[in-house]
């Protein structure tokens, strides 16, 4: 749509219109974590990274030398953390480490209490941003998210999913130079107020704070994560509240 000054607009879906001198294609991240299982247990590393080489060592006393530049999101064992002279290292393999500031680490944590037999819940740590889902005791699903940044933290404390979207417009237009707009944010699973894990397409600094206080996920993940926590969607929905029929998957948020 042309202006009478001739500015272009594009059209939205919601029917809004932005100037197209402001638009950018979005690149979505490719990124999608693993099932935990016998073959890929837990605890598991994530390069949080860009552009990190792998440090090696021959033994406990050898000097560490440089290794190979290691892939942003790549998945590893993660074998423990040891501390070489001023440097605190993690073990992804025998004599191979990187830097432990640079990994996001999922690591199993005790059921919470109360927790009926294979009931599925959701852990997220926002020290190493991860999330790791559990049935029961039994870890089955981690990845690296990202979670709200200085001054939009994601509240801690023990939740449950209330209401679940295919896509959902989320937006805050009273945050001044933060005020933002997102139609269609897919996956999207509300647990505290306007606070859902959700994906991003629109980023791709999963490992690392960055939202406005959402747990964002890769979309391959945070779809996953959506038709695996409840409340069970019915086929041909687009949304549901959860009920004391079909409720909400709890959500354990902590530091």
Known sequence: VAADDGTTYQRTLRGRFVPSGRLAPAKPSAFESRLVD??????RAFMAASG??????RGASAALKTGETVARLAEFPFLGEERRGDKLIAAIGPGVFLPR??????????????LKPKERW???NLTEQTLVAYEGAMPVFATVVSSGRPGFETPEGSFSIYAKHV????DDTAAGAEA??????PWTMFFKDSIALHAAFWHDKFG???????VNLAPAD?????????????AGLHGIVATRQNPGTRVIVHK
Do not use: N, Q
Request: glycine share 6%; hydrophobic share 50%; with cysteine.
């Open 38 to 43: 016998a073959a890929h247990p837990l605890p």
């Open 52 to 57: 990190v080489k792998s440090l090696l060592a």
């Open 101 to 114: 500031r640079t990994v996001a680490v999922a690591a199993p944590v005790p059921a919470p209490a109360g």
């Open 122 to 124: 959701i852990d997220v």
């Open 167 to 170: 896509t959902v417009t989320m």
């Open 180 to 185: 933002y707009s997102i139609e269609d944010v």
């Open 208 to 214: 690392r704070v960055h939202s406005h206080g959402c």
């Open 222 to 234: 945070a779809r996953r994560l959506f038709f695996w926590a409840g409340p069970t969607l019915p």
